[in-house]
């Protein structure tokens, strides 16, 4: 017998120590949370098909960076080794201290498509400065000086 519950929100994600297990809580709109652990690999299940994600504009040919924005693994006749880049509504950050000594970024956190990846604390501190020093790049081409 299968029985259904509706879901709201997953929650706390985490791998242990040696990635193979992964725990996260789900939120329910009837039940309360409910703790889950599965082992990581099954996460790839939980991907959502390219066909149902709504299409996101393609960058202009020429564009800096030689990247494609769309939903499809498969863009212009392209296979899937092509960067493929989306556009996320919303992003959060979060710091896993005690438990993993890792930073969080995860974008489109309440969206089906959601992404998360956890850096070391270095990793983390480069990518801040190099996002600080892209945006800048970016900010300087719209108006023609260095910000």
Not at 30 to 59: E, M, Q
Not at 68 to 93: E, R, Y
Not at 106 to 115: E, T
Request: positive net charge.
């Amino acid at each position: 017998m299968i029985h259904s519950i509706s879901v709201t929100d997953i929650k706390n994600l985490s791998l242990s120590a040696d990635a193979k297990e992964a725990t996260f809580t789900l939120a329910t709109r009837y039940a309360g949370d409910l703790s889950v652990t599965l082992p990581a690999a099954c996460l790839r299940n939980l991907k959502i098909p390219a066909d149902a994600v709504p299409a996101v504009p393609a960058v202009p040919a020429g564009h800096p960076g030689g990247v494609t924005a769309a939903s499809d693994k498969k863009v212009n006749g392209k296979g899937t080794d092509d960067l493929i880049v989306s556009k996320p509504k919303t992003w959060m950050t979060l710091a896993d201290a005690k438990t993993h000594g890792v930073v969080v970024i995860v974008f489109d956190h309440r969206a089906p498509a959601q992404a998360g990846f956890a850096l070391a604390p270095d990793a983390a501190k480069e990518l801040a400065a190099a996002l600080v020093k892209q945006a800048n790049t970016v900010v300087a081409g719209r108006t023609g000086k260095e910000k």
